[in-house]
């Protein structure tokens, strides 16, 4: 019998060691962890921080739909008209003043927009002639016509553009210097008043 209570007084005591060692170990690992955060806090940096990344430049050509609405002058969602017959929203996205290419005057207005798709049925008539864009000018009602048919981008049919998609375009005005608000003709689309024009 004693020596039955010496085994277990044995294994009791070689438990108790291992565990002694074990948590000796915790502690000592506990106290590196507190050590290097110490050191990290007082240089200001955090001892989890990653090192810091820089997102890469893109080189490609700014796409002149994406100009923030604070230097087109035109809030998101400010200009919006039904179009075809409120099978689609247009949105103005930009009115901006550039120069000719060839005449390298400053009496050409870029107009750029967006069309969204609304209605799940279209057929194919579906579309917005965007080179037929006309302007006015609201306090003399002179009108404006486009530069030409190759200074836009066409026409946007419907029917190639998937539901609650959308679909981008543009076209060139041609408006003297001076003007600087305008009222806009869209075929096929609600009048957009009062829009301003920037340099």
Do not use: C, H
Not at 12 to 25: D, E, N, V, W
Not at 102 to 122: C, G, I
Not at 175 to 190: A, R, S
């Amino acid at each position: 019998m004693s020596n039955f209570l010496s085994g277990i007084a044995v294994i009791l005591s070689i438990l108790a060691l291992g565990f002694s060692g074990f948590t000796a170990y915790q502690v000592f690992t506990l106290q590196e962890k507190i050590a290097a955060i110490s050191n990290n806090a007082s240089t200001g940096t955090s001892g989890n921080a990653q090192p810091e990344t820089i997102a890469p430049v893109s080189s490609a050509a700014p796409d002149p739909a994406a100009t923030p609405a604070a230097t087109n002058g035109i809030q998101p969602g400010q200009f919006v008209q039904s179009a075809i017959g409120n099978k689609a929203k247009l949105e103005l996205l930009a009115v901006k003043r550039i120069a000719d290419p060839e005449a390298k005057t400053r009496d050409v207005v870029n107009v750029q927009m967006r069309l969204r798709r609304l209605a799940s049925e279209v057929n194919p008539n579906d579309a917005i002639d965007v080179a037929g864009t006309k302007a006015r000018n609201p306090d003399t009602s002179e009108t404006y016509e486009p530069v030409g048919y190759k200074r836009s981008s066409g026409s946007i049919n419907l029917y190639f553009v998937r539901r609650n998609a959308s679909s981008d375009a543009y076209v060139w005005l041609r408006i003297p210097e001076g003007v600087t608000t305008i009222d806009l003709f869209i075929p096929d689309t609600g009048a957009f008043k009062n829009v301003p024009i920037t340099s």
